[in-house]
């Protein structure tokens, strides 16, 4: 049964929820509260179940060409030496490859996608939904136009994809007040530098108060320079851990920030295969972000409406999971309709799907996800190793990396896919 149903927000998941539906038939409209789309934001990681839900959409081509195949995930010391290796994509025996991509222009890409296959009539762009009613077998959501006009749209289904500030769960959960805050200050930076290793590779540095994640996200132009996504990680409180702190200002994805708040603490780090300062002086681009999420709530759905995407479950930006979460969200949303045609059965089914497994990784990533394992070899070898045998059990990494993945739904050959929460 086609369905007319309205996506609030046109982010990832919004526009990704957007093409898996319209390709169900059901008739798809996109309110996106920015007048206009630019690419905003830096890198993205796309992990390898997430990739397979574009390719299904028939996006892999153009993907291709305009992100890097991430070979491996590596975790070093803050000076650069190896502690692990964590191979991605084909050659780690998944599926598809894990991508990194500018966030923007994969947004830009799933916003051209949807105007062809919806119609760009059907994407309403400077609408900002402030809230929603139901009416028997409809929603009516209210909001305000780039005029700052009242509007209001009716919908068989609402999915709110507005994310980490979703105006439809404030509305449902509104005595949940800010995102909660674990003390950490994210820089994410790019810049355009020589490729580093084999110019596919991630790199998480460091500890747990200070640490450096770079990874690049275009293929290498012809002057052989290369756009790299750096993020510097700096613990400015020690007593967040979990996420019990409020963010020192309200969190925006577009906050400029400085190169001065970073050098006192990066300055220094020069790995053998990359000069770390040189990297960040480079930057064409510097952002500030607080590491917050919000608590996993105890529902989604309210009728027949729902929520998807950083509205449904903001989670740090640890492990490749906030994009890759959402799209996997569109997908679940979009199998669940196809398969119970009862619309209010088919958006808990969807919930039962996606939420709890969400709501582990949330949970997970407080624990700081895999930096525990950054953490344990810096208190063990501030100085560096000669040997790595000699400061952590390289099986004790491997096990807590499967741990991780498996809860995040890798579907990795090798790990077997009875171990994994989500079998779909
Ligand atoms: C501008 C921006 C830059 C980002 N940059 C990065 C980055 O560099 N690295 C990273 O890891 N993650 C970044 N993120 C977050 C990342 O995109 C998400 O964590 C992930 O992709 C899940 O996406 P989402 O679609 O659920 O939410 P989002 O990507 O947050 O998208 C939500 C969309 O809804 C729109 N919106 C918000 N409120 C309303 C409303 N009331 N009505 C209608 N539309 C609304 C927003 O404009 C946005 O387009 C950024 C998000 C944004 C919005």
């Not at 153009?62 to 992100?67: D, E, H, I, N, T």
């Not at 051209?112 to 059907?122: F, P, V, Y």
């Not at 930057?283 to 608590?295: G, H, I, K, S, Y």
Request: charged share 25%; hydrophobic share 45%; glycine share 10%.
């Amino acid at each position: 049964m086609a369905l007319d149903i309205l996506i609030a927000g046109g982010g990832i998941g919004g526009l990704a929820a957007a093409l898996a539906l319209q390709r169900d038939g059901h008739r798809v409209t996109v309110c996106e509260a920015a007048a206009e789309l630019k690419p905003l934001g830096v890198g993205i990681n796309l992990l390898p179940h997430a990739v397979a839900v574009l390719d299904e959409l028939g996006l892999m081509p153009v993907l291709a060409s305009m992100a890097v195949p991430t070979s491996a995930l590596v975790f070093a010391n803050r000076h650069g030496q190896t502690i692990y290796e964590d191979v991605r994509g084909l050659a780690g025996g998944y599926s598809h490859p894990q991508f990194s991509v500018h966030r923007g222009e994969l947004q830009q890409l799933l916003w051209r996608e949807a105007a062809t296959r919806l119609g760009a009539e059907r994407l309403v762009s400077g609408w900002r939904i402030t809230g929603a009613q139901l009416d028997g077998d409809e929603v009516i959501a209210h909001g305000v136009d780039a005029t700052g006009a009242r509007v209001a749209r009716r919908a068989s289904v609402l999915i709110a994809a507005d994310g980490i500030h979703s105006a439809i769960r404030r509305q449902f959960h509104p005595d949940e007040g800010a995102p909660r805050w674990n003390g950490m200050m994210m820089w994410r930076g790019t810049s355009l530098a020589r490729p580093f290793l084999d110019g596919r590779t991630m790199v998480q540095a460091g500890h747990r108060r200070a640490k450096f994640v770079v990874y690049p996200i275009a293929p290498p132009r012809p002057d052989g320079l290369q756009l790299i996504n750096w993020i510097c990680d700096r613990r400015l409180r020690e007593d967040g851990l979990g996420g019990g702190l409020t963010a020192p200002g309200r969190e925006d994805w577009n906050k400029p920030g400085s190169i001065d708040d970073l050098m006192p603490t990066f300055g220094g780090w020069r790995f053998p295969w990359l000069d770390v300062p040189g990297v960040i002086r480079g930057a064409t681009q510097l952002l500030e972000w607080p590491m917050v999420d919000r608590d996993p709530l105890p529902r989604w759905r309210h009728g027949r409406i729902t929520l998807l995407g950083d509205a449904a479950h903001p989670m740090y930006p640890i492990g490749s999971n906030g994009a890759t979460q959402a799209i996997l969200d569109a997908a679940a949303i979009a199998r669940a309709l196809r398969e119970e045609r009862r619309v209010e059965t088919a958006l808990a089914n969807y919930e039962a799907d996606r939420r709890p497994m969400c709501a582990r990784i949330v949970e997970l990533n407080r624990q700081e996800g895999l930096d525990y394992i950054l953490d344990m070899v810096e208190e063990r070898a501030p100085d560096g190793f000669a040997r790595l045998e000699d400061v952590i059990d390289p099986a004790e990494i491997d096990a807590f990396v499967k741990r991780y993945k498996a809860v995040a739904g890798h579907r990795q050959a090798a790990m077997g896919e009875a171990a994994l929460p989500s079998p779909r």
